[in-house]
């Protein structure tokens, strides 16, 4: 069974682009869930997509954005980079059942500069 | 508001040694707790989750309600248990589903 396939796994950027990460859950998985992992702040969360609907947000600025389509597989987009959005950006999925685990990609290592 | 704690940055233990990784919450709900680790250069990865009530590669994990605690702990610590260690609360609500990480112990064994 394939595991969660995030792409691309390194990106540099210049402050001001816009850029897009691709994520792919686990087949049969229709959770899928963005988070940016930085030294200072740890993991944070950033949204939860299920059945192409956001269903959750975390406390990031509407520069962040997301969708997911019906395959589930889920993008997100970060316009007018800052230099502070460096970071891994992970993706997890999962099927939603309860106590059911979160499974995790290797991570988009963005980098603005 | 739910929170995590790991109120320790980094642990270094000497190989054959207990160790005890600490984890405390705060949740309004039922929690339901896991501990993920990550080893160097390969991605997050459930270690185990407390309704399990299982012991994986040694470790255990008990929930404490009255404590709000959610310790991960091995007796005999190895050095492939070197890695970044992250408590993580899981919160359900009427729209959906997220995790709350805590910031992290890095566990290093030493020889």
Partial sequence: KAGVTQTPRYLIKTRGQQVTLSCSPISGHRSVSWYQ?????????????????????????GRFSGRQFS???????????????????????????????AF???????TVV | AQRVTQPEKLLSVFKGAPVELKCNYSYSGSPELFWYVQYSRQRLQLLLRHISR????????????GETSFHL????????????YYCALSVRDNYGQNFVFGPGTRLSVLP
């Fill in chain 1, 37 to 61: 992992q930085t030294p200072g702040q740890g993991l944070q969360f950033l949204f939860e997509y299920f059945s192409e609907t956001q269903r959750n947000k975390g406390n990031f600025p």
């Fill in chain 1, 71 to 101: 395959n589930s597989r889920s993008e997100m987009n970060v316009s007018t980079l800052e230099l502070g959005d460096s970071a891994l950006y992970l993706c997890a999925s999962s099927f939603q059942d309860e106590n059911t685990e």
């Fill in chain 2, 54 to 65: 299982e012991s994986i590669k040694g470790f255990t994990a008990d929930l404490n309600k």
């Fill in chain 2, 73 to 84: 702990k091995k007796p005999f610590a190895q050095e492939e248990d070197s890695a970044m």
């Fill in chain 1, 104 to 110: 995790f990609g290797q991570g988009t290592r963005l």
